[in-house]
């Protein structure tokens, strides 16, 4: 990276901070209790230190074999490391050790896989469940009326430790549109923090992306997840004239 490309970044960084203050400013909240999560999929890990250097303090990866080669190329140190993208079980015992955080656990099946490997290494996994909260079939994720007997069963496993809820909502037209979902989400989030689980923490609420997150954090979101504002745009998402 050239000093241009690593002052670009850095000044990305601080425009993102800055808007998630004062999004956070508007809806009454203290900017503090917002956490960033800088989606660095597809940026290497010359861009992934720049990024930490210039003061992001949590990446979120979405595909295991490529956090495990930045991984071991020290692309996260200085940084909470957390997968957030879809997981097949085979690839769980990659993750454990690595992350302080699962994002995406859309299953009881999944659940219980990664229960497993954390106690077989002795850990304590932190995950969040995801929520499919637009119905999309196509989509993984727990239905929220699902999310009761999810809670209850996952609860059960030492080596598992809930800390909240995770949504990516469909993609929508207007970014307005969106809010609904938020809200939706926010409403199931207090709801079942309100049932006060036994060895359940609902901390954080995940959710908002480039393209949302200011309208996320207005229904009550706690930690977005951020890539193209941060990092511009990947390679797939630059259409040529
Ligand atoms: C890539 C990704 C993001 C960030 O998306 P942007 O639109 O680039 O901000 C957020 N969440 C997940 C799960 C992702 O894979």
Known sequence: MTEQEKKQLQERIIAVQERIARAAE???????????VAASKMNDAEHVRAAIA???????E???QELVEKYEQNAYEGADLQFIGTLQTNK??????KVSLIQ????????????KEAAKRGVRQDILLEVNIGREPAKSGLMPEELDDAIAR????DALHIRGLMAIPPIADEITKNSGYFNEMHQVFVDNRAKKYDNVNMDYLSMGMTNDFETAIACGANMVRIGTAIFGARPYQIVSP
């Open 62 to 64: 979405n595909r295991v």
């Open 104 to 115: 995406s656990v859309g299953s009881v099946h999944l659940g219980e896989a990664i229960a």
């Open 54 to 60: 210039a003061g992001i303090r949590v990446c979120g």
């Open 26 to 36: 508007r809806a009454g909240r203290d900017p503090q209790e917002i956490t960033l």
């Open 154 to 157: 996952l609860s059960e496993k």
């Open 92 to 97: 769980v015992k990659y993750l454990i050790g």
